[in-house]
Protein backbone atom coordinates (compact mmCIF):
# COMPACT_ATOMS: atom_id res chain seq x y z
CA UNK A 1 0.00 0.00 0.00
CA UNK A 2 2.64 2.09 0.66
CA UNK A 3 4.39 2.52 -2.79
CA UNK A 4 0.76 3.15 -4.43
CA UNK A 5 0.06 5.80 -1.54
CA UNK A 6 3.53 7.68 -2.61
CA UNK A 7 3.60 6.89 -6.09
CA UNK A 8 -0.05 8.69 -7.01
CA UNK A 9 -0.22 10.71 -4.08
CA UNK A 10 2.98 12.45 -4.82
CA UNK A 11 1.78 12.49 -9.00
CA UNK A 12 -1.46 14.51 -7.24
CA UNK A 13 0.70 16.37 -5.41
CA UNK A 14 2.64 17.44 -8.09
CA UNK A 15 -0.29 18.19 -10.49
CA UNK A 16 -1.51 20.98 -7.65
CA UNK A 17 1.97 22.05 -7.01
CA UNK A 18 2.33 22.91 -10.77
CA UNK A 19 -0.90 24.36 -11.52
CA UNK A 20 0.25 26.90 -8.41
CA UNK A 21 3.04 28.13 -9.71
CA UNK A 22 0.86 28.51 -13.60
CA UNK A 23 -1.51 30.75 -11.68
CA UNK A 24 1.32 33.18 -9.84
CA UNK A 25 1.20 35.24 -12.81
CA UNK A 26 -2.39 35.70 -13.26
CA UNK A 27 -2.92 37.21 -9.49
CA UNK A 28 -4.30 40.73 -10.25
CA UNK A 29 -5.01 40.35 -13.94
CA UNK A 30 -8.28 38.00 -13.58
CA UNK A 31 -11.12 38.39 -10.90
CA UNK A 32 -10.32 36.16 -7.70
CA UNK A 33 -13.73 34.37 -8.52
CA UNK A 34 -11.69 32.54 -11.76
CA UNK A 35 -9.20 32.21 -10.15
CA UNK A 36 -11.20 30.18 -7.37
CA UNK A 37 -12.79 28.21 -10.19
CA UNK A 38 -9.80 27.31 -11.83
CA UNK A 39 -8.09 26.12 -8.21
CA UNK A 40 -11.01 23.54 -7.84
CA UNK A 41 -11.16 22.56 -11.08
CA UNK A 42 -7.21 21.69 -10.59
CA UNK A 43 -8.50 20.01 -7.20
CA UNK A 44 -10.58 17.50 -9.01
CA UNK A 45 -7.79 16.55 -11.99
CA UNK A 46 -5.46 15.97 -9.02
CA UNK A 47 -7.25 13.95 -7.31
CA UNK A 48 -8.67 11.83 -9.88
CA UNK A 49 -5.70 10.12 -8.72
CA UNK A 50 -7.35 8.96 -5.67
CA UNK A 51 -9.33 7.23 -8.18
CA UNK A 52 -6.63 5.39 -10.02
CA UNK A 53 -4.09 4.91 -7.24
CA UNK A 54 -7.14 2.60 -5.07
CA UNK A 55 -8.24 0.43 -8.76
CA UNK A 56 -4.23 0.23 -9.44
CA UNK A 57 -3.91 -1.12 -5.12
CA UNK A 58 -7.09 -3.34 -5.93
CA UNK A 59 -5.87 -5.39 -9.09
CA UNK A 60 -2.31 -5.35 -8.68
CA UNK A 61 -1.94 -5.59 -4.82
CA UNK A 62 -5.27 -7.19 -3.39
CA UNK A 63 -5.58 -9.66 -5.55
CA UNK A 64 -8.37 -8.35 -7.34
CA UNK A 65 -10.68 -7.69 -4.43
CA UNK A 66 -11.38 -4.61 -2.02
CA UNK A 67 -13.57 -3.66 0.65
CA UNK A 68 -15.33 0.15 0.69
CA UNK A 69 -12.98 0.69 4.19
CA UNK A 70 -9.65 -0.57 2.51
CA UNK A 71 -10.74 1.46 -0.42
CA UNK A 72 -11.66 4.24 1.22
CA UNK A 73 -8.04 4.14 3.42
CA UNK A 74 -6.34 4.04 -0.04
CA UNK A 75 -8.08 6.98 -1.31
CA UNK A 76 -7.51 9.22 1.73
CA UNK A 77 -4.03 8.18 2.33
CA UNK A 78 -3.25 9.62 -1.33
CA UNK A 79 -5.69 12.52 -0.37
CA UNK A 80 -3.67 13.50 2.61
CA UNK A 81 -0.26 13.16 1.11
CA UNK A 82 -1.13 15.42 -1.92
CA UNK A 83 -3.10 18.10 0.33
CA UNK A 84 0.51 18.05 2.74
CA UNK A 85 1.96 18.98 -0.56
CA UNK A 86 -0.25 21.17 -1.80
CA UNK A 87 0.55 23.48 1.80
CA UNK A 88 4.26 22.96 1.55
CA UNK A 89 3.91 24.64 -1.57
CA UNK A 90 1.47 27.35 -0.58
CA UNK A 91 3.94 28.07 2.30
CA UNK A 92 6.83 28.86 -0.53
CA UNK A 93 4.63 30.50 -3.08
CA UNK A 94 3.12 33.05 -0.37
CA UNK A 95 6.27 33.38 1.12
CA UNK A 96 8.36 34.15 -1.88
CA UNK A 97 6.10 35.24 -4.66
CA UNK A 98 2.86 36.74 -2.80
CA UNK A 99 3.10 38.41 0.61
CA UNK A 100 0.81 40.43 -0.40
CA UNK A 101 -1.84 38.56 -1.60
CA UNK A 102 -4.47 38.88 1.96
CA UNK A 103 -3.98 42.59 1.17
CA UNK A 104 -4.99 42.37 -2.82
CA UNK A 105 -7.55 39.43 -1.80
CA UNK A 106 -9.10 42.16 1.07
CA UNK A 107 -8.96 45.37 -1.45
CA UNK A 108 -10.82 43.04 -3.56
CA UNK A 109 -13.32 42.49 -1.54
CA UNK A 110 -14.43 45.57 -0.10
CA UNK A 111 -14.36 47.15 -3.91
CA UNK A 112 -16.59 44.20 -4.73
CA UNK A 113 -18.97 45.48 -1.71
CA UNK A 114 -18.81 48.66 -2.49
CA UNK A 115 -19.73 48.06 -6.33
CA UNK A 116 -23.13 46.31 -4.75
CA UNK A 117 -24.21 49.07 -3.15
CA UNK A 118 -23.13 47.84 0.49
CA UNK A 119 -23.44 50.91 3.67
CA UNK A 120 -20.25 52.50 4.68
CA UNK A 121 -20.64 50.57 7.32
CA UNK A 122 -20.99 47.02 6.32
CA UNK A 123 -17.81 48.28 4.51
CA UNK A 124 -16.41 48.99 7.22
CA UNK A 125 -17.62 45.51 8.84
CA UNK A 126 -15.88 44.17 5.91
CA UNK A 127 -12.38 45.97 6.60
CA UNK A 128 -12.34 45.10 10.42
CA UNK A 129 -13.12 40.84 9.48
CA UNK A 130 -10.31 40.83 7.31
CA UNK A 131 -8.01 43.07 9.30
CA UNK A 132 -9.11 40.09 12.36
CA UNK A 133 -8.19 37.27 9.40
CA UNK A 134 -4.64 38.63 8.59
CA UNK A 135 -4.07 38.14 12.10
CA UNK A 136 -5.07 35.05 12.62
CA UNK A 137 -3.10 34.45 9.21
CA UNK A 138 0.06 35.14 11.27
CA UNK A 139 0.06 32.33 13.20
CA UNK A 140 1.29 29.06 10.77
CA UNK A 141 -0.67 26.30 12.44
CA UNK A 142 -3.89 28.36 11.53
CA UNK A 143 -2.22 29.03 7.88
CA UNK A 144 -1.62 25.62 7.06
CA UNK A 145 -5.32 24.43 8.41
CA UNK A 146 -6.69 26.73 6.17
CA UNK A 147 -4.49 25.97 3.18
CA UNK A 148 -5.49 22.14 3.81
CA UNK A 149 -8.90 22.98 4.14
CA UNK A 150 -9.33 23.99 0.50
CA UNK A 151 -8.23 20.57 -1.55
CA UNK A 152 -8.72 18.25 1.17
CA UNK A 153 -12.81 18.37 0.79
CA UNK A 154 -12.83 17.90 -3.01
CA UNK A 155 -10.06 15.14 -1.80
CA UNK A 156 -12.52 13.41 0.48
CA UNK A 157 -15.46 13.70 -2.42
CA UNK A 158 -13.76 11.64 -4.61
CA UNK A 159 -12.30 9.54 -2.03
CA UNK A 160 -15.78 8.44 -1.18
CA UNK A 161 -16.92 8.08 -4.37
CA UNK A 162 -13.86 5.95 -5.74
CA UNK A 163 -14.34 3.70 -2.94
CA UNK A 164 -17.83 3.20 -3.97
CA UNK A 165 -17.40 2.57 -7.45
CA UNK A 166 -14.00 0.36 -7.19
CA UNK A 167 -15.06 -1.98 -3.63
CA UNK A 168 -15.44 -5.51 -5.23
CA UNK A 169 -15.73 -8.72 -2.71
CA UNK A 170 -14.74 -11.53 -5.13
CA UNK A 171 -11.78 -11.53 -7.66
CA UNK A 172 -12.73 -11.18 -11.26
CA UNK A 173 -12.97 -14.48 -13.61
CA UNK A 174 -11.57 -15.15 -16.78
CA UNK A 175 -13.48 -14.07 -19.25
CA UNK A 176 -15.86 -12.38 -16.85
CA UNK A 177 -18.08 -9.10 -18.48
CA UNK A 178 -17.22 -5.94 -17.71
CA UNK A 179 -20.37 -4.75 -18.91
CA UNK A 180 -22.22 -4.37 -14.83
CA UNK A 181 -19.10 -2.75 -13.66
CA UNK A 182 -18.91 -0.31 -16.54
CA UNK A 183 -22.73 0.13 -16.28
CA UNK A 184 -22.18 1.65 -12.56
CA UNK A 185 -19.20 3.50 -13.07
CA UNK A 186 -20.61 5.05 -16.06
CA UNK A 187 -24.08 5.69 -14.08
CA UNK A 188 -22.35 7.52 -10.99
CA UNK A 189 -19.70 9.73 -13.28
CA UNK A 190 -23.20 10.86 -15.03
CA UNK A 191 -24.58 11.98 -11.78
CA UNK A 192 -21.86 13.24 -10.40
CA UNK A 193 -21.18 15.29 -13.37
CA UNK A 194 -25.08 16.17 -13.63
CA UNK A 195 -25.10 17.58 -9.86
CA UNK A 196 -22.26 19.65 -10.71
CA UNK A 197 -23.54 21.19 -13.82
CA UNK A 198 -26.80 22.21 -11.75
CA UNK A 199 -25.07 23.55 -8.50
CA UNK A 200 -22.06 25.60 -10.53
CA UNK A 201 -24.13 26.31 -13.85
CA UNK A 202 -27.32 27.51 -12.60
CA UNK A 203 -27.35 30.75 -14.85
CA UNK A 204 -25.35 29.78 -17.64
CA UNK A 205 -28.21 28.42 -19.82
CA UNK A 206 -25.94 26.62 -22.00
CA UNK A 207 -24.79 24.29 -18.75
CA UNK A 208 -28.55 24.57 -18.05
CA UNK A 209 -29.18 22.82 -21.46
CA UNK A 210 -26.12 20.16 -21.21
CA UNK A 211 -27.26 19.30 -17.93
CA UNK A 212 -30.76 18.66 -19.85
CA UNK A 213 -28.74 16.37 -22.05
CA UNK A 214 -27.14 14.44 -18.89
CA UNK A 215 -30.73 13.93 -17.32
CA UNK A 216 -31.54 12.19 -20.90
CA UNK A 217 -29.12 9.55 -20.35
CA UNK A 218 -29.26 9.03 -16.83
CA UNK A 219 -32.89 8.23 -17.50
CA UNK A 220 -32.34 5.80 -20.23
CA UNK A 221 -29.62 3.87 -17.90
CA UNK A 222 -32.03 3.49 -15.41
CA UNK A 223 -34.34 1.93 -17.72
CA UNK A 224 -31.36 -0.40 -18.74
Known sequence: MKKIVLIFGLISGAIAALMMFVTIPLMGRIPFEYLTVLGYTTFVVCFLMVF???RSYRDNVAGGTITFGRAFKVGILIT??????????????YHRFLPNFLDQYSNYMVEKMRAQGATQEELNQMIQENEQFKEWYKNPFFRYAMTMLEPFPVGLLITLISALILRRRQPK???ESNNAETFTRDRVIIRVVSWIGFFLGRDDPRIHTNSHKIRRVNWNLKKR
Do not use: Q
Open 80 to 93: LLSCGIFVITWEFV
Open 52 to 54: FGT
Open 173 to 175: RDG
